[in-house]
């Protein structure tokens, strides 16, 4: 059962023209609106279902610096700045609490791992530093997993899935933006050679920018318009427990599990270490550019193959804009959740904190993200069709970096400085 996010009033009709259409209600494209509507330009955003009803409000809600590629680590850094300050600026609590993130490690690769990135990582001035035992026996006591050591960031915070993306749709629509739910983008329509619009299930939208943000469903739509985007699904499989007297306010990953406090007082809950792919057909397409991540860093991605291939084989690739398209024959990617892992999270986290054999487990469910092979997003002009940026491929840090990407989308969408270098989101690297 997914998570319920609190509820948001949103429009009923689509207006005629705009001058931004945003494809997309998750985290992303709402901050999008956000920005545009702070800056006095007419934006609509257009969900194919509810606001922020797949990964968005799936998350684990980590807002992280720690371990991010050196290329990303500018955007991480601007978004931790942007969080603190969004609940000022929506006027609503997203759940923020700037309460830590620490990694612990079982073996000496992981603790080199760990030295190698603080390393490299100096230049930024982050508060990250090395832990010893004692050190994590003192931050999260109560722990009987003989880590070697760890690495904290405490500037390093986390958010509610459930809470911010509502709140800044809701922040968006007083500042002016339209958000129109249950409205499939079915088509762009272009005109002199550039992108003047969109085909919606119920008519066309005029406008001078599209900023699509559709997630894990952006591939499908730009290859209906000739553009590859190389991104696969992911499935991660997630739980809760009922509120508890927990070991610490910190956010906790190990090799095989990872844990973090919740607003409720209960914890949100995941198997790091393994992800679940169902095999489709575009993991035949392009698998084969996933070959050195998944040496290096998804070794334990667990395969199916079934329904979800046939399902995904009978949607269609190519439409029209008067055509029923995908993109309304499932309009919430709701994935199985896979019970293994998450009794294998459960099982490993005990027994690295025995506190949590009193947990009792409220809800599980499971979110599909949309992965690239270098697992950075892109955040760029699509140069084949003028007028269209794209923001999507986040490949599971969404969430954490969404108020400085939204940001940045709309940055090089209206010709503004760039709050930090596109360069590493370009979509020509891939």
Not at 91 to 107: E, H, L, P
Not at 154 to 159: E, N, Q, T, Y
Not at 269 to 287: K, N, S, V, Y
């Amino acid at each position: 059962m997914a998570p319920v996010i609190t509820p948001v009033k949103t429009d009923l009709d689509i207006p005629a023209s705009t001058s931004v259409v945003v494809i997309g209600g998750g985290i992303v494209g709402l901050t999008a609106a956000l920005n545009l509507a702070e800056r006095g330009i007419p934006v609509v955003v257009l969900e194919k279902g509810r606001i922020a009803g797949e990964q968005s409000s799936r998350n684990l809600g980590w807002i992280r610096k720690t371990g991010r590629s050196l290329s990303d680590l500018p955007l991480s850094v601007e978004s931790d700045r942007l969080w603190a300050g969004m609940a000022e600026r929506v006027g609503a609590d997203v759940g923020y609490r700037q309460a830590g993130i620490m990694y612990v490690a079982r073996t000496e690769a992981e603790m080199e791992k760990h030295a190698t990135w603080i390393g490299s990582a100096g230049g930024q001035s982050l508060d990250s530093r090395l832990l010893s035992p004692g050190m994590i026996d003192a931050l999260v006591p109560g722990g009987t997993g003989g880590w070697i050591g760890g690495i904290y960031t405490p500037s390093d915070g986390r958010a509610e899935p459930t809470l911010a993306s509502s709140a800044i749709a809701a922040a968006a629509i007083v500042k002016g933006a339209v958000i129109v739910e249950n409205c499939a983008v079915r088509t762009l329509v272009t005109a002199a050679g550039r992108v003047s619009g969109v085909m919606t299930e119920r008519g066309e939208i005029a406008c001078e920018q599209v900023l699509l943000a559709g997630g894990l469903w952006s591939r499908r739509f730009l290859g209906n318009h000739g553009v590859v985007l190389p991104t696969l699904p992911l499935v991660a499989s997630v739980f809760r427990t009922g509120v508890m007297e927990g070991p610490t306010d910190i956010a906790v990953g190990a090799a095989d599990f990872s844990f973090r406090k919740r607003h409720d007082g209960g914890y949100t809950i995941t198997q790091r270490g393994a992800l679940f792919a169902p095999l489709m057909l575009d993991h035949l397409l392009i698998g084969h550019r996933y070959l050195p991540v998944l040496k290096a860093e998804w070794k334990n991605v667990r395969l199916s193959f079934g329904r979800d291939f046939l399902r995904d084989l009978s949607m269609a690739r190519h439409w029209s804009g008067t055509a029923r398209s995908p993109l309304e024959q499932l309009r919430t990617m709701d994935p199985a959740v896979n019970h293994g892992l998450n009794a294998e999270a459960m099982q490993n986290l005990c027994k690295a904190w025995p506190v949590f054999n009193g947990a009792a487990v409220r809800q599980s469910w499971a979110g599909m993200i949309d992965v690239t092979p270098d697992s950075l997003p892109v955040i760029s002009p699509v140069a084949k069709l003028p007028g269209l940026t794209l923001a999507s491929g986040f490949s599971g840090h969404g969430f954490g970096t969404a108020p400085a990407a939204g940001q940045l989308a709309v940055d090089l969408l209206t010709g503004s400085a760039p709050i930090v270098d596109p360069t590493p989101y370009r979509l020509e690297r891939l």
